[in-house]
């Protein structure tokens, strides 16, 4: 029989450690904001102590950087640009792969975190170096090859390159904006501005040819 079966968690499971401060900071973070979470309570909720705490993050700073950055990777896990094989014409796969970016973006559990990433973005600029460079550049690559998969099948017209791909997307992140703080009370609901961002988008690309 294991001997610590009874024991606490982060003694059975030493490499399991930091994933369980990670998902207490994560709780805390997105339930608490970044001012209000204590080392103290996030120890308490990982069943850890605190200096334990300090032997895998150096302060709270860098702890809410791994949290988001974690987060972020796993939100984004997966995404893919629909390809010509796929058996799917270029308008289809734009709205693919906009409605798959805004269903990540607009997952429940994340988006307390984001609201809080977003009142800490001047004192986090680190973060947000790498979030567009794991996060935002995919997503801009996969929709500037979309457009050229667009023009080189006669559907859009050159002149599209001169749009920047993330408008395409704009949509996405606004709608988890307005679901996550104004569309309680509100008779517009945030799936009815995606679908409206998505009908003139794709017309307004189909009539650029």
Not at 123 to 136: A, L
């Amino acid at each position: 029989m294991n001997s610590n079966a009874g024991g606490p968690k982060w003694r059975r499971r030493k490499s399991e450690r930091p994933d369980e401060i990670l998902e207490a900071a994560f709780a805390c973070f997105s339930e608490l904001g970044y001012e209000r979470t204590t080392l103290d309570e996030l120890a308490r909720r990982a069943g850890v102590s605190k200096p334990l705490i300090y032997k895998y993050f150096e302060c709270k700073e860098q702890l809410f950087e791994a949290v988001l950055l974690s987060r972020a990777k796993q939100t984004y896990a997966g995404l893919r640009v629909p390809e010509p094989n796929d058996g799917v014409g270029v308008d289809e796969a734009i709205e693919q792969f906009i409605l798959d970016v805004a269903e990540r973006i607009r997952r429940l559990e994340l988006r307390a975190l984001w609201m809080v990433a977003l009142d800490e973005v001047e004192r986090f600029p680190s973060v947000m170096k790498v979030y567009y460079d794991e996060i935002i550049a995919p997503i801009r690559q996969g929709l500037r090859a979309l457009i050229e998969r667009g023009i080189d099948e006669g559907d859009f017209s050159p002149e599209i390159r001169a749009v920047e791909p993330m408008a395409l997307v704009s949509a996405a992140f606004f709608a988890a904006i307005w679901e996550s703080s104004l569309e309680a009370g509100n008779p517009v609901r945030a799936d009815a501005i995606l679908r409206g961002h998505l009908l003139l988008v794709l017309r307004g690309l189909r009539e650029s040819a």
